[in-house]
């Protein structure tokens, strides 16, 4: 009975485990990729276009450093949280489109990647970033993809699809993150006791972690590229590859975590047995 007991405590700390590392990446996969796909390009194409319209003399080398500066800026993925936010937001609540305040990101990224422009000999006075900014948000091009894909998802979705966000917004809190890693840690203890050792709980614990490991690493991967086309295609218009890298760097540490859970299992026996002996004597 007890160790039926402890396979399915073993079990759902798997399960629990996994849900964790799906909690912690969620977003930044859906922000990497929207922002890789939609949001990069516009603003870093928006910048270097403005240049090429009013510096004829600049070269090409120097609009492929801003474009790169631009697109690999952590600002971009801010700017893209903001709008993701508003679209989930908008979507479970039935509430209406609002458009996000991203002016100062937009400004910021400007900023940070104006040094480029001046290593050239050119300068973009604050006007210059403003008109930039405004056309790219306040009816923008910015906004206006926003609005037509919020507007699109709205008249297109299931009441699957939208449960299936309704779950997104909550599993990606830390309310729900603290929940998990509390009932985990409360399974562990339970485990603990029941085997009576300071140790053994540690074999359990590492076969949850492993499951994970492979759960993450080998069987989530072909269900995502299975599942990335037919959804980006229908919200974005599109298909666009889903970058699931956070995801399996997770499934790589719990790998590492189920060798060093063996390690510890496999040192406290010995040590129990060399105790064993020597009482004997």
Known sequence: MKKIFNFLITICI??????????????????????????????SSKVVDY????????????????????????????????????????????????????????????????????????????????????????????????????????????NEEKNAIDLYNKITTNTFRWLVISIIVILVLIIALIKKSFYKWTYNLAISFGLSGVLITLLIPPVMDIISNDLTSGVLGSPLDININSLTNLGYICFALCAVLIIIYLIGNKITKYNSKKYDY
């Open 14 to 43: 798997f399960v629990l485990i996994s849900l964790l590392c799906v909690s912690f990446c969620a977003k930044e996969i859906i922000i990497n990729t929207l922002s890789k796909e939609i949001v990069r390009k516009e603003i």
């Open 51 to 158: 240049a090429k319209e009013y510096y004829d003399d600049i070269d090409y080398d120097t609009l492929e450093k801003l474009e790169t500066g631009i697109g690999n800026n952590e600002n971009i993925d801010k700017i893209t949280e903001k709008y993701f936010d508003n679209i989930a937001e908008s979507i479970t609540k039935d509430s209406e489109i609002k458009l996000p305040d991203t002016k100062d990101e937009l400004l910021d990224l400007i900023n940070q990647n104006e040094y480029i422009l001046e290593e050239n000999g050119i300068e973009i006075t604050n006007e210059e970033k403003d008109k930039i900014v405004e056309e790219l948000t306040s009816d923008g091009k910015l906004d206006k993809i926003y609005e037509n894909v919020v507007v699109n998802i709205k008249s297109d979705i299931s």
